[in-house]
C-alpha cells in the first residue's frame, strides 16, 4: 500500500540551528499538507500546497519557516533558526483532491526536539 | 485554531466493552472525519461521513453525526488491547474546504 514517506523519523538540534524535514507524498497526490503536532494536541496546518502552488500558509510562521514543492512531488519544510517552542512532531500528508472528500493520508512524522 | 473538541480527554476501559467518544465543533461542515493515532506514529484515516450522512460503519466502528448539534461520535464495539491509541475528529474549513481542522483527540486505554 503507498504511503507517504517522511525523514528524518527523529531530530535533535540546537537553538538558533537550521533544520529540514522532507516529505514524499503518494503517487499521483496534488495535495501536499505540512502539519505541526504539539505533544498532547490535535495537528495544525502550517502549509497546504496544490501541486507546487502554496494554497494556505496563513499559518506558517514566516520569518522562520520556509515550505517548497519545486515540482509539484516531494516538499521540504525548513526551519531557521529553531527555538525551543519549535520541538514537536511534524507531520506531512497528501491527498489525491480533498475537496471531493478523498481521503487524506498521514506519513509518521518527524519528531523535532530543540535543545 | 482549533475547531473541534473531542470529549472525555481520556477513557479507559476493559477489553471487550464499548468506548464511546464524542466531538463537538463550531461552524458549517461538509465532512467530517476520524482518525486514530499510535502512541508517537502518525495519524491513521478511519472513517468519512460527509453532512448529509447521518451514520457510517466500517467493521467494528460505528460513527454518527448531528449537524444540528454540531456533533459527532465515534464507537467502537468489543475494544481490544490494539485499540489503544489517541483519537481525533477532524472537519473541514469552509473557507479552505481541503483543509482539516482538528479536535484535541481523546486518549483510549483499553485493558487486556
Known amino acids: 500500500e503507498a504511503e507517504v514517506a517522511q525523514s528524518p523519523r527523529y531530530k535533535i538540534t540546537e537553538k538558533s540551528q537550521a533544520v529540514a524535514f522532507w516529505c514524499d507524498p503518494i503517487?499521483?497526490?496534488?495535495?501536499l499538507y505540512w502539519y505541526r503536532q504539539i505533544l498532547g494536541q490535535g495537528p495544525e496546518l502550517l502549509v497546504q500546497f496544490q501541486d507546487e502552488s502554496v494554497v494556505d500558509d496563513s499559518q506558517l510562521p514566516k520569518d522562520r519557516f520556509s515550505a517548497e514543492r519545486l515540482k509539484g512531488v516531494d516538499s521540504t519544510l525548513k526551519i531557521q533558526p529553531a527555538e525551543l517552542g519549535d520541538s514537536a512532531m511534524y507531520l506531512c500528508a497528501s491527498s489525491l483532491d480533498p475537496d471531493s472528500g478523498n481521503t487524506i493520508y498521514f506519513g509518521e512524522g518527524s519528531w523535532l526536539t530543540v535543545v | 485554531s482549533q475547531q473541534g473538541e473531542e470529549d472525555p480527554q481520556a477513557l479507559s476501559i476493559q477489553e471487550g466493552e464499548n468506548a464511546t467518544m464524542n466531538c463537538s465543533y463550531k461552524t458549517s461542515i461538509n465532512n467530517l472525519q476520524w482518525y486514530r493515532q499510535n502512541s508517537g506514529r502518525g495519524l491513521v484515516h478511519l472513517i468519512l461521513?460527509?453532512?448529509?450522512?447521518r451514520e457510517k460503519h466500517s467493521g467494528r466502528l460505528r460513527v454518527t453525526l448531528d449537524t444540528s448539534k454540531k456533533s459527532s461520535s465515534l464507537l467502537i464495539t468489543a475494544s481490544r488491547a490494539a485499540d489503544t491509541a489517541s483519537y481525533f475528529c477532524?472537519?473541514?474549513?469552509?473557507?479552505?474546504?481541503?483543509?482539516?481542522?482538528f479536535g484535541q483527540g481523546t486518549t483510549l486505554q483499553v485493558k487486556p
Open positions: 477532524a472537519t473541514d474549513d469552509r473557507g479552505n474546504t481541503g483543509k482539516l481542522i
Open positions: 503517487s499521483g497526490h496534488a495535495t
Open positions: 461521513i460527509r453532512s448529509n450522512e
